[in-house]
């Protein structure tokens, strides 16, 4: 229950910042101005480009490698009993998950930009 309570608290602050950010006397839609659909159609191509290479090549370092993002090591902990099984696999999440961090910012940011044209009334 208090998990559940500190995560609908943060989406309050994120709604209420999103929408006190959308409130503005002549808002702005994507096809309102020409200037603000070339902005939004140049990032949508450049996105997709940038997605077209990454998965095109096979060695592609940016912040860090993505050659890697599926792979998983296997920890053998041995009879020594000094490590757990979670602990590995908490090991492995942090130093091969770095890609899910990438993605869920992405998507955080996207449902942010989200809110602030659904608030809008677009």
Do not use: H, Q
Request: with cysteine; glycine share 12%; aromatic share 14%.
């Amino acid at each position: 229950l208090m998990v559940f309570l500190i995560y609908l608290g943060g989406m309050l602050v994120v709604f209420g910042y999103t929408t006190a950010m959308a409130t503005e006397p002549y808002p702005e839609a994507w096809t309102s101005n020409k200037a603000v659909l070339g902005a939004f159609i140049t990032g949508v191509l450049a996105e997709l480009l940038t997605a077209c290479y990454i998965l095109k090549e096979d060695e592609v370092e940016v912040v860090f490698k993505f050659n890697g993002a599926g792979d998983w090591v296997i920890y053998d902990t041995g009879d020594s009993g000094f490590f757990s099984e979670e602990a590995m696999g908490i090991a492995a999440l942090y130093s091969y998950g770095t890609w899910l961090v990438v993605v869920t910012g992405w998507s955080l940011l996207i449902g942010v930009l989200v809110i602030m044209e659904v608030t809008r009334g677009n």
